[in-house]
């Protein structure tokens, strides 16, 4: 009896144990297809969806009409010479006066943008008269017809530099913070509910959080590129060559810097959730991981012209999906250094990636108060 009873467990292993641990990938599989059917069928991650996707692409399509819809026409007082001179000036309504005088009351009351009047001594015959500045449009075309050099046709436009990195920084910091948000609430409602109890069962926890983490990454992405050809889509309508030509490598870059950014914060708030066992608690715990994307986020928009700082910039993990396609946007970075960032970010990663699990597989069964960061690194409060 001895014998025999000291055999069974070695000749009987347990076929659940057995099941997961063979089974990783196909556990995980399970868990994606679950996490991406759950978020397909909330009306909320739809409505948002669609709405980003034809906001976008209808804001590049009206891109070339909307300067005339927000445009305004001025109105500038003119004598008998000043009539002729403004007639072929766009966006400028003439408001005959009978007298210089008259120009200037009116241009003193606001009730005109300028006046254009006669002037002898000027080397036009005319002179403007503004209140505080004159408009540009009609100094500009009242003024002789100076000779023009180009000192480099291809320079960025400061105003689109901004918008790029404006529009990518907030690409990202929506992206990580709403689906990274999604994996924390979605790890504490089944811990709260004790579903979590049920899915390790039959399965390991590192597949859980794998899986939680791959499906996110891939509703993250769907959505960026869906956006990605509606604004494509927007451009051709618009004739719009700048979308496809000059912001083209950018966001060739762009791509595999977020996805791989990504990964790393979805893994980082799978954690932060796996520590609390409430709601209320996830944002103590979460806060941490949004400040590290959201510092950098808004460095890179405050040093945007400042050469030395993207560098730096570049090379910070939570900062690159935005840094490098802005520098390779100015034509400021060697060929190299993408490929440097790129091999950082995935070290990184790769890291964070380990600490996560470490921490998952730690918290995600413990219940009562919520654990520290230092807490669930070195087992302390894990009775």
């Known amino acids: ?163 790029m990195g404006l529009g990518l920084g907030l690409v990202f910091f929506m992206s990580a913070v709403t689906f990274g948000s999604t994996i924390a609430s979605s790890v504490v409602e089944e811990k709260q509910s004790r579903i979590v109890e049920i899915l390790l069962a039959s399965t390991s926890a590192r597949a859980l959080m794998f899986g939680k983490v791959i499906a996110c990454t891939v509703l993250a992405f769907g959505q960026i590129a869906l956006t990605a050809v509606a604004v494509l889509v ?65 460095a890179v928009i405050m040093f945007s012209d400042n050469e030395s700082v993207m560098a730096v910039m570049s090379y910070i993990p939570f900062s690159a999906a935005v840094a490098v396609p802005m520098r390779v946007f100015l034509g400021t970075i060697e060929w190299w250094e993408p490929l440097v960032s790129l091999l950082i970010l995935a070290v990184t990663t790769l890291g964070a990636l380990l600490l996560a699990t470490r921490i998952f597989e730690r918290s995600i069964l413990r219940s009562g108060p919520k654990l520290s960061w230092k807490q669930a690194l070195t087992g302390g409060g894990l009775g």
Not at 7 to 20: F, S
Not at 56 to 69: C, D, I, K, N, Y
Not at 108 to 131: F, M, T, Y
Request: aromatic fraction near 4%.
């Open 1 to 163: 009896m001895t014998a025999q009873t000291k055999q069974t467990p070695a000749t009987q292993p347990n076929p659940t144990m057995t099941v997961a641990r063979a089974g990783l990938m196909a556990a995980m599989g399970l868990v994606i297809e679950r996490e991406i059917m759950v978020r397909l069928r909330s009306k909320a991650f739809m409505i948002s969806t669609i709405l980003s996707i034809v906001l976008f692409g209808a804001l590049v399509a009206f891109s070339g009409t909307l300067p005339s819809l927000f445009s305004s026409t001025d109105k500038v007082a003119v004598t008998s010479a000043g009539t002729q001179a403004v007639e072929g000036i766009d966006d400028v309504e003439p408001v005959d006066v009978g007298s210089v005088a008259e120009a200037k009351e009116l241009v003193r009351s606001d009730k005109v943008a300028a006046a254009v009047v006669d002037d002898s001594e000027s080397p036009v015959g005319l002179r403007v008269i503004a209140q505080r500045s004159a408009p540009d449009s009609i100094v500009s075309a009242l003024s002789q017809v100076p000779t023009v050099e180009i000192l480099d046709p291809d320079a960025p436009d400061p105003g689109l530099t901004s918008l």
């Open 234 to 298: 927007g451009a051709a309508i618009s004739g719009n060559d700048l979308v496809l030509g000059k912001i083209a490598e950018p966001i060739a870059w762009f791509v595999p810097l977020f996805v791989i950014g990504f990964v790393m914060v979805a893994a980082l708030y799978a954690a932060a959730a796996s520590m609390v066992s409430r709601t209320e608690d996830l944002g103590s715990t979460a806060t941490p991981i949004m400040m590290t994307i959201f510092l950098p986020y808004m």
